[in-house]
């Protein structure tokens, strides 16, 4: 199943790519569309990166900011989506329980 994906990507409200795993060109595509997609209303064309494959994504919320995980390939992408989806809520609560830091250049 793990083959059957292209990239798996974190994006933002904005289109940027936070991470991703796949080929660049591929990871930069996806996270760019990723908020479009992920709208109920979109009616749109994919860049040809992503033509005839399968696009999935997961939109959830983090301190009242959308963060988009999605998927691309020929399938299996359900599997993968749920369990990345899973992995960026662990990263993200984690990442947040330390106390803030102030860094000075």
């Not at 991470?19 to 996806?30: H, K, M, T, V």
Request: with cysteine; net charge negative.
């Amino acid at each position: 199943m793990k083959g059957e994906l292209d990239a798996v990507v974190v994006a933002i409200d904005n289109g940027l790519l936070v991470a991703g795993a796949g080929e660049r060109s591929i990871c930069e595509a996806l996270g760019a569309v990723a908020p479009l997609v992920g709208s109920a209303s979109f009616d749109g064309r994919l860049p040809s990166a992503l033509e005839g494959q399968s696009v999935q994504v997961h939109c959830m919320s983090f301190e009242g900011e959308t963060v988009y995980v999605a998927t691309v390939g020929r399938g299996g992408g359900d599997a993968w989506l749920r369990q990345s989806v899973g992995g960026v809520r662990r990263i993200l609560g984690s990442s947040w329980q330390a106390d803030p830091q102030l860094l000075v250049n």
